[in-house]
């Protein structure tokens, strides 16, 4: 079983700053693919920034030169440092990860419970 934990969330004011933490754990042979997507009210879950499956990075347009995820690939976890926060950056942030279990024969996906980021103007 695999499990991802997300911590970090919270409200701040607009032009602040937050840090999210995902940690991965269980039976885990490799991880393909590691990041973040976020969901606000009324809209569809987005990319925000993850890692591919060679360690480049992928960020959305919207969050290009506030947002930047890194990671400690020891501790099978990632980070995501979130400046300058905007009110539309508002939303529950999920950690997605592509791993593959040491009995698995398939890279299965697995997604954090969510952790909600509030910004307010």
């Known amino acids: 079983q695999v499990q991802l934990v997300e911590s970090g969330g919270g409200l701040v004011q607009a032009g602040g700053s937050l840090t999210l933490s995902c940690a991965a754990s269980?039976?885990?042979?490799?991880?393909?693919?590691m990041g973040w997507y976020r969901q606000a009210p009324g809209k569809q879950r987005e990319l925000a920034a993850t890692?591919?499956?060679?360690?480049?990075?992928i960020y959305a347009d919207s969050v290009k030169g506030r947002f930047t995820i890194s990671r400690d690939v020891a501790k099978n976890t990632v980070y995501l440092q979130m400046n300058s926060l905007k009110p539309e950056d508002t939303a529950v942030y999920y950690c997605?990860?592509?791993?593959?279990?040491?009995?698995?024969?398939?890279?299965?996906?697995?997604w954090g419970q969510g952790t909600q980021v509030t910004v307010s103007s």
């Open positions: 890692f591919t499956r060679g360690g480049n990075t």
């Open positions: 997605n990860a592509a791993i593959r279990t040491p009995t698995g024969t398939r890279v299965l996906d697995y």
């Open positions: 269980g039976s885990i042979f490799s991880i393909n693919t």
